[in-house]
C-alpha cells in the first residue's frame, strides 16, 4: 500500500471515530444545557424581579383553563376550575412583587361589582404559604386566594407561560373557555376592556375566536 493510500485510510478512520464520539457523547451533554438556556416551561425566573418582558408564550392559549388544585387560605385543596359558571379572572401574584400588591384594590372592585354578573377573581399565590397568610390578614382581600408556588407555576405553564413573570392575568368565559392572558400591571381600562369582550361572548354576540382576537387588539390598545 502506497504512504498515500495509508494517510486516507488514518483521515478516514479519524473522522469516524470524531464523529462517534461526537455523536454518542458529545451531543447528548450539549443538549440539556441548550434547555436550561432555553428555559424549561413551567420554570421560575432565575430573578425576582420580572417585568412582562420576561413572559413568553410557548404554544399559545389552551383550550380550557387548567385544572390545578392548590390549599386555599384554610388550607382545604381547591382546583381553579371549582367555580363552575363563572367567568374567571385569574390573578398570578406574590407579595413581594410590587405591582401585584398595587392590582389588589382593583381586582377587590372587579370581585365586588362583577360578582352578579357572573365573574369570579381568584388570586394564585406564588409565594410562601406564611408570608401570604400574613400580607392577607394585614390587607383587605375580597376573593379567594389559592397559595402555592409548585401549583402556580404549573397553573401558568399550562396556560402557555414558558417562564411566569409577575403579575400574570387570565381571563376566561363561563365555560372556563381562555380568553386571553395578560402579563404585567392590570389596569382599570384594561379589565373593562376584557369583561365586556367577555359579557359579549357570553351573551353569544361573539364566537370564541372573534372573542380571543378582539381581546388581544384591546388589550394591546387600551392604556393604563
Known sequence: MSRTSIYVVVALASAAVGYTLYHFVVAPRIEPDVAAVQGTPGAPPSSSVTTAAAVSTDAGLPATLPDV????????????????????????????????RREIPLLNQIQQQQMAQGFQVIGVAVDARDEVLEYAEANTIDYPVLISEEGGIEAASKLGQRSLGLPLTAFTDRQHRVIATHSGELTKPQADAMIEVIGRLNRGELTLEAARTLADEKLQAVEG
Open 69 to 100: 388544585s392548590m390549599p386555599d387560605r384554610e388550607g382545604q385543596m381547591r382546583s381553579i376550575t371549582s367555580w363552575t359558571g363563572k367567568s374567571m379572572i385569574v390573578n398570578f401574584w406574590a407579595t413581594w412583587c410590587a405591582p401585584c
